[in-house]
């Protein structure tokens, strides 16, 4: 087996004895220690490492095992980092049809960098209970059932503005954009005003932490609110 034999080269692992033909022989007592290296490679240490810890009697395990928790730690926040990005350069995809990797990677470092004031900026911005409402906002870089849901609404709205915005696609889009707002924030007519006001502004909206949307895009559904507001009040009265 070649697993055995590069082992008995790095004397990782030394069979018990060979036999004339030159095949190693293994005891309990290395097959005990087999496992052992095998138990330890699944928790993320190297070979170099599992050698040191198995031929030290002294060896600190406490301080070893808490080294590597550690390590592990800070790989799984990398992932998770990652992971992150992926979904949110797939649902940008899904929002805009297309990828700008050197825009989106500026995107994310501000993003990144500008963490601490843009929660001064909310809570400047937001009272206590509307900061609540503000995390139920969708998350670009999440995979939750609402949060691609508002995606794939941008994405409808933006595919259909050249039909303009009393057409029925993007009034049906509107209306569930409606909806969908009611659903996750209730009848909060102040808030939604606030929210509003700062999304139309791409400072603001920046200072904000929102999630980029083009100035082009967020004037035709201001006007395509406009006509389904109108269109309700018609009906209602």
Known sequence: MRTLRYYDEINLLTPAGKTEGGHRLYGEKELKKLQE?????????????????????????????????????????????????????????????AIDLIEINKLIQLY??????????????????????????????????????????????????????????????????????????GENDDFFDKLWEIRKSPEKSNKAGFYPIEQEVLNFFDKAWQVFQEKQRKEEG
């Not at 490492?49 to 070893?64: F, P, T, V, Y």
């Not at 969708?138 to 503005?161: C, I, R, T």
């Open 37 to 97: 290296i095998q138990f330890l490679k699944t928790l993320g240490f190297s070979l170099k490492e599992i050698k040191e810890m198995l031929s030290d009697e002294n060896w600190n395990w406490s301080q070893g095992l808490q080294s590597q928790l550690n390590y592990i730690l800070d790989e799984k926040e990398k992932i998770i980092n990652i992971e992150k990005t992926l979904i949110g350069l797939i649902n940008s995809l899904r929002i805009d049809g």
């Open 112 to 185: 990144q960098d500008d963490f601490e004031r843009r929660k001064v900026y909310r809570k400047r911005m937001f009272h206590e209970k509307e900061r609540q409402l503000l995390d139920l906002l969708p998350n670009v870089n999440s995979l939750d059932p609402d949060s691609l849901e508002w995606v794939s609404l941008l994405g409808q709205l933006k595919q259909h503005m050249e039909k303009g915005v009393e057409a029925p696609e993007i009034q049906r889009i509107v209306g569930r954009i409606h909806e969908k707002s009611i659903e996750t924030f």
